[in-house]
Structures are given as structure tokens and as C-alpha cells.
Nanobody
Framework: VQLQASGGGLVQAGGSLRLSCAAS????????MGWYRQAPGKQRESVAA???????NYADSVKGRFTISRDNAKNTLYLQMNSLKPEDTAVYYC?????????WGQGTQVTVSS
């Protein structure tokens, strides 16, 4: 069972990125899922969540800028990030919601330059 996040990179403030989370041995569509991030020197925090029914929730800091979604056919979770800010710089992870230790992968680095 594995959740692998990808799609991070270096982007200028105001830019966009789309993160992907490919699942193997695990069905995204029947689980509550989430995106999390951890900035240097800070605790990991929840960024966005999507229930198996499709309802979504966002941290106040990203509301209106980030969109969580999934493609059931591809068994993949996404995070569309627009209007990125330097404070969005972090390693981003996907996991269930609530998270399970088993599913923490390496994450994907997002760096937003000012």
C-alpha cells in the first residue's frame, strides 16, 4: 500500500502548480483523503480534505486558492494550487483524513519564490 505525491517544484509568487497523489493497493474514492504540508521548523498541517462523498474542506490560509479533487478512474488525488505565496513553501504530502502513519510518503517539495 502506497500513496506517492508528485508535481512539486519551484514557482514564482502568483504562479500555479498541480500536485498528484497516486495510490497503489489503496482505493482513493472510498476513503476520506487529505493533503498536508510541513514547512521548515513548523509542524505538519492539514491543507485540504475531501470525503469519500466528495465534500471538501480547506485550511483558511489556502481557501479560495487551492482545490482538492480526485480522479476515481485513475485512483489519483490532486491538489490544484493557484496564486501561490512564499508562505506556501513546504513539503506536501497526501494521506487519509485523518492521517495514518502507514501512508506518510516522502512528499513533494513546493518552493515559492518572492
Amino acid at each position: 500500500v502506497q500513496l506517492q505525491a508528485s508535481g512539486g517544484g519551484l514557482v514564482q509568487a502568483g504562479g500555479s502548480l498541480r500536485l498528484s497523489c497516486a495510490a497503489s493497493g489503496f482505493i482513493v474514492s472510498i476513503n476520506d483523503m487529505g493533503w498536508y504540508r510541513q514547512a521548515p521548523g513548523k509542524q505538519r498541517e492539514s491543507v485540504a480534505a475531501i470525503s469519500w462523498r466528495g465534500s471538501t474542506n480547506y485550511a483558511d490560509s489556502v481557501k479560495g486558492r487551492f482545490t482538492i479533487s480526485r480522479d476515481n478512474a485513475k485512483n489519483t488525488l490532486y491538489l490544484q494550487m493557484n496564486s501561490l505565496k512564499p508562505e506556501d513553501t513546504a513539503v506536501y504530502y497526501c494521506n487519509t483524513n485523518p492521517s495514518r502513519d502507514l501512508f506518510w510518503g516522502q512528499g513533494t517539495q513546493v518552493t515559492v519564490s518572492s
